[in-house]
């Protein structure tokens, strides 16, 4: 891509590219012709190839929402009690609805440095990636060139065995995901936003019409697994493994014309920049 100028937006855009809102006086390339503007983060990575991609950081945006909730509780006591503040921070823990988000961004970090390891093997990996108009992240984007497909991994760390119960009747099948003998189907639902995300990047393309992106719950915990039934779950088109079964998913062979890897990573780092 031949170098571009950017310049500041005199007007509120939207970035062609990404979707991201522009505000006025941000540095944006603006196309006259096509009257559409491209963020300048859009443009670096337009500009320079494969090199320009942000691949994301795993856990990281579970890290800074941890640091939030901890600073601003910090905040909250410091200002009820000008006296014994630091005391009672010293002596009191952070509540579980905060310490889950440290715990659930150390478990996507350690997924994420497993999941980098199969770069080698010519997959690509993005982490931690914002779904545009939403709130909501995708853990993990992993392109997997030996079955040409997307797979779409969301981190969990759970305690406890994870389970699949029939609670239908008779003539009847109503699947749930248990894990620690509590219901988490929740989960299986919450797939269906990030799989609508990536579907819509690759729609953008005809070329990748009909690449299938197969959305995974991935529970690393040894403990979240029995080694006497030790196999795959799925909920239609979830799969709730581990970390070997995903590997053994992803090298999985495939009669399938072969993808262009590192243009598709591109497409979709933009289309769903990181967190």
Same mark, same amino acid.
């Given at each position: 891509? $031949?170098?571009?100028?950017?310049?500041?937006?005199?007007? !509120?855009?939207?970035?062609?590219?990404? /979707?991201?809102?522009?505000?006025?006086?941000? +540095? $944006?390339?603006?196309?006259?012709?096509?009257?559409?503007?491209?963020?300048?983060?859009?443009?670096?990575?337009?500009?320079?190839? =494969?090199?320009? #991609?942000? +691949? /994301?950081?795993?856990?990281?945006?579970?890290?800074? &929402?941890?640091?939030?909730?901890?600073? @601003?509780?910090?905040? %909250?006591?410091?200002?009820?009690?000008?006296?014994?503040?630091?005391?009672?921070?010293?002596?009191?823990?952070?509540?579980?609805?905060?310490?889950?988000? @440290?715990?659930?961004?150390?478990?996507?970090?350690?997924?994420?440095?497993?999941?980098?390891?199969?770069?080698?093997?010519?997959?690509?990996?993005?982490?931690?990636?914002?779904?545009?108009? =939403? +709130?909501?992240?995708?853990?993990? #984007?992993?392109?997997? !060139?030996?079955?040409?497909?997307?797979?779409?991994?969301?981190?969990?760390?759970?305690?406890?065995?994870?389970?699949? +119960?029939?609670?239908?009747?008779?003539?009847?099948?109503?699947?749930?995901?248990?894990?620690?003998?509590?219901?988490?189907?929740?989960?299986?639902?919450?797939?269906?936003?990030?799989?609508?995300?990536?579907?819509?990047?690759?729609? %953008?393309? &005809?070329?990748?019409? /009909?690449?299938?992106?197969? !959305?995974?719950?991935?529970?690393?915990?040894?403990?979240?697994? =029995?080694?006497?039934?030790?196999?795959?779950?799925?909920? /239609?088109?979830?799969?709730?493994?581990? %970390?070997?079964?995903?590997?053994?998913?992803?090298?999985?062979? %495939?009669?399938?014309?072969?993808?262009?890897?590192? &243009?598709?990573?591109?497409?979709?780092?933009? $289309?769903? !920049?990181?967190?």
């Amino acid at each position: 891509m $031949a170098a571009v100028e950017l310049i500041r937006l005199r007007y !509120p855009a939207t970035c062609a590219v990404c /979707g991201e809102e522009l505000l006025r006086g941000v +540095r $944006a390339c603006w196309d006259k012709a096509a009257k559409a503007a491209t963020c300048e983060a859009c443009v670096a990575v337009l500009d320079g190839g =494969s090199e320009g #991609i942000d +691949r /994301g950081t795993a856990g990281g945006s579970a890290a800074r &929402e941890f640091q939030r909730r901890h600073d @601003a509780r910090a905040t %909250r006591v410091r200002a009820r009690h000008r006296h014994l503040g630091g005391v009672l921070l010293a002596v009191t823990d952070d509540p579980q609805s905060t310490t889950a988000w @440290a715990s659930g961004g150390q478990g996507e970090a350690k997924n994420g440095a497993w999941l980098d390891k199969l770069r080698n093997e010519g997959v690509a990996v993005l982490h931690d990636r914002r779904i545009p108009g =939403s +709130r909501a992240n995708i853990d993990h #984007i992993v392109i997997s !060139p030996a079955c040409s497909s997307v797979f779409v991994v969301d981190s969990k760390r759970y305690k406890g065995r994870v389970e699949q +119960r029939d609670r239908g009747g008779l003539f009847r099948t109503d699947l749930h995901l248990c894990v620690g003998g509590r219901d988490r189907t929740s989960l299986v639902g919450g797939m269906a936003a990030q799989v609508d995300a990536v579907r819509k990047a690759l729609d %953008r393309h &005809e070329e990748w019409h /009909g690449v299938p992106v197969v !959305p995974v719950l991935l529970f690393a915990d040894p403990d979240n697994w =029995s080694l006497l039934d030790l196999r795959p779950l799925r909920f /239609g088109d979830v799969v709730v493994l581990w %970390r070997k079964a995903l590997l053994k998913l992803v090298r999985a062979s %495939r009669d399938a014309a072969p993808l262009d890897v590192a &243009e598709l990573e591109r497409a979709l780092a933009l $289309a769903l !920049p990181a967190a």
